[in-house]
């Protein structure tokens, strides 16, 4: 038997329950449906003995898939056609550098929330090609929560607002969108679509695939056609977002793998029952973990306040470092990978998007205890 062959059986005998409960914050874990559905897929999709993977990005099967991934996000948004969606290539940071390169008109200034070590690299990418301000900086807090509207003091008349709704290193979220009357933009890559928000009140909402959505190598980008009638003139036609609009994200050969699986994971989201039954699940899986931080008796000590905490990145450390690596190196023996926090923050992180099982969950809140009993 080839390795491949083998291979191949090891995937079709392996359950959901007995795969390592992956903490990843990204490349992420992904449903267990969308992810059997890929692999019958990849050998022949919608019945024409062609796989996914080796289909033209023009015929009738991949308009198919481009044209459910679109309604997918539509309706998980809830956004009308005053808003284009649209798949690019490249992730989170091609956006930072594309909003700044289409929207940041001369002359005028873009404002960003800076929560974070993403936020931050979101406005330098932009600083290359126009004046920016920074409407808030929680550098000295080591962003530890994100800001509360007094905390926020933007330039006059900003060409956009840009935050991060979701600061995936320091585990920290905002429960309501930024206050303003400017257009609004916001890189939710780490949690598109794992609770309500009000995308049709943004210009443009962006999230790279490779956390909550799909593959790494695509983006999905929701934006008002009001914000494209600002487009700056003058780019390359790769680079306007315009252009992608026109030729519904095929201006050339897209990512089809990664927009094939969002369109799964929009479909997955949808059967589960949207984004408010994703948004309580996500509720009670994070509840698990912050109750065995929050009963620990100081032990496990959150980054987050608790104004601002993420239900996707969970991020906790003890008083000692060398305690902290003995736990990641227990949890790993007892199948719990991709603990180690961000080098910035250090500690643990665990991240639990839509498609991470509850009894992962219960699982680390379980040897959490355990931990702090016999270490405390
Ligand atoms: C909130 C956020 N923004 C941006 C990025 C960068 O995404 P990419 O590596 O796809 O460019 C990440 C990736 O971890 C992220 O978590």
């Given at each position: 038997m080839s390795q491949t062959q083998s291979a191949n059986d090891a995937v079709d005998t392996l359950s959901n329950t007995e795969r390592t409960y992956n903490f990843s914050a990204g490349p992420?874990?992904?449903?267990?449906?969308?992810?059997?559905?890929?692999?019958r897929d990849l050998w022949d999709i919608d019945g024409t003995g062609i796989?996914?993977?080796?289909?033209?990005?023009?015929?009738?099967?991949?308009d198919r898939v481009f044209e459910e991934a679109e309604?997918?996000?539509?309706?998980?948004?809830?956004?009308?056609?005053?808003?284009?969606?649209?798949?690019?290539?490249?992730?989170?940071?091609?956006?930072?550098?594309?909003?700044?390169?289409?929207?940041?008109?001369?002359?005028?200034?873009?404002?960003?929330?800076?929560?974070?070590?993403?936020?931050?690299t979101a406005r330098s990418y932009a600083d290359s090609y126009g004046s920016t301000h920074a409407a808030y900086d929680g550098t000295d807090c080591v962003f530890d929560h994100v800001p509360a509207p007094e905390e926020i003091s933007y330039s006059d008349d900003p060409v956009y607002v840009h935050y991060c709704s979701n600061n995936t290193i320091y585990g920290t979220?905002?429960?309501?969108?930024?206050?303003?009357?400017?257009?609004?933009?916001?890189d939710m890559s780490s949690e598109m679509f794992s609770r309500p928000w009000d995308y049709s009140a943004h210009a443009m909402t962006y999230a790279c695939a490779q956390k909550n959505l799909g593959p790494a190598g695509?983006?999905?980008?929701?934006?008002?056609?009001?914000?494209?009638?600002?487009?700056?003139?003058?780019?390359?036609?790769?680079?306007?977002?315009?252009?992608?609009?026109?030729k519904g994200s095929r201006l050339n050969t897209p990512p089809v793998f990664t927009v094939y699986m969002m369109?799964?994971?929009?479909?997955?989201?949808?059967?589960?029952?949207?984004?408010?039954?994703?948004?309580?699940?996500?509720?009670?899986?994070?509840?698990?973990?912050?109750?065995?931080?929050?009963g620990s008796g100081g032990f496990w000590i959150p980054h987050a306040r608790e104004d601002s905490r993420s239900m996707m990145n969970i991020n906790f450390r003890t008083t000692d470092p060398e305690l902290d690596k003995r736990?990641?190196?227990?949890?790993?023996?007892?199948?719990?990978?991709?603990?180690?926090?961000?080098?910035?923050?250090?500690?643990?992180?665990?991240?639990?998007?839509n498609a991470f099982p509850r009894q992962g969950c219960v699982q680390l809140a379980e040897m959490m205890r355990e931990f702090a009993r016999t270490n405390g």
């Amino acid at each position: 038997m080839s390795q491949t062959q083998s291979a191949n059986d090891a995937v079709d005998t392996l359950s959901n329950t007995e795969r390592t409960y992956n903490f990843s914050a990204g490349p992420a874990v992904l449903p267990e449906e969308v992810l059997r559905q890929a692999q019958r897929d990849l050998w022949d999709i919608d019945g024409t003995g062609i796989g996914v993977l080796e289909h033209s990005h023009r015929d009738a099967t991949i308009d198919r898939v481009f044209e459910e991934a679109e309604k997918g996000c539509r309706e998980l948004a809830g956004i009308g056609d005053d808003h284009a969606v649209l798949f690019l290539s490249g992730g989170a940071c091609q956006q930072f550098a594309m909003l700044a390169m289409n929207f940041l008109t001369p002359g005028r200034t873009g404002d960003y929330l800076v929560t974070g070590n993403w936020a931050r690299t979101a406005r330098s990418y932009a600083d290359s090609y126009g004046s920016t301000h920074a409407a808030y900086d929680g550098t000295d807090c080591v962003f530890d929560h994100v800001p509360a509207p007094e905390e926020i003091s933007y330039s006059d008349d900003p060409v956009y607002v840009h935050y991060c709704s979701n600061n995936t290193i320091y585990g920290t979220s905002y429960a309501e969108p930024p206050r303003t009357e400017a257009p609004l933009i916001a890189d939710m890559s780490s949690e598109m679509f794992s609770r309500p928000w009000d995308y049709s009140a943004h210009a443009m909402t962006y999230a790279c695939a490779q956390k909550n959505l799909g593959p790494a190598g695509g983006s999905c980008v929701i934006i008002s056609r009001e914000l494209l009638e600002r487009t700056n003139q003058g780019l390359p036609k790769i680079f306007r977002y315009e252009d992608h609009v026109a030729k519904g994200s095929r201006l050339n050969t897209p990512p089809v793998f990664t927009v094939y699986m969002m369109g799964l994971a929009f479909r997955w989201i949808s059967e589960q029952g949207g984004v408010d039954q994703m948004a309580s699940r996500n509720r009670e899986k994070a509840g698990l973990i912050y109750d065995a931080i929050d009963g620990s008796g100081g032990f496990w000590i959150p980054h987050a306040r608790e104004d601002s905490r993420s239900m996707m990145n969970i991020n906790f450390r003890t008083t000692d470092p060398e305690l902290d690596k003995r736990f990641i190196q227990e949890a790993h023996q007892h199948g719990m990978s991709a603990l180690k926090g961000h080098r910035s923050v250090g500690g643990m992180r665990a991240s639990v998007y839509n498609a991470f099982p509850r009894q992962g969950c219960v699982q680390l809140a379980e040897m959490m205890r355990e931990f702090a009993r016999t270490n405390g």
